[in-house]
């Protein structure tokens, strides 16, 4: 635990780069040091939904009654 606390900002660079750092204390590991993907990118959701989600073939088509209200007909 001293030395994650003395070196905190190195272990943090560590993560950073895709380590994964455990952090014992009295030889015990009590916390995990991760990176956290970076949530601008297209890469941290990229098939997030796969399997999940299923678009009809129709999914395009407005009913006749919704279209006729929208003024689509």
């Excluded at 660079?13 to 009590?30: L, S, T, Y």
């Excluded at 601008?40 to 919704?66: M, Y």
């Amino acid at each position: 635990m001293h030395e994650a606390k003395t070196n905190l900002s190195k272990l943090v660079e560590r993560a950073q780069a895709g380590e994964d750092i455990v952090i014992a204390r009295n030889g015990q590991p009590v916390a995990r040091l991760t990176p956290i993907a970076d949530a601008t990118s297209l890469a941290s959701v990229r098939g997030a939904w796969r399997g999940q989600v299923h678009i009809r073939d129709d999914f395009d088509e407005l009913p006749d009654d919704i279209a006729e209200t929208l003024g689509g007909r």
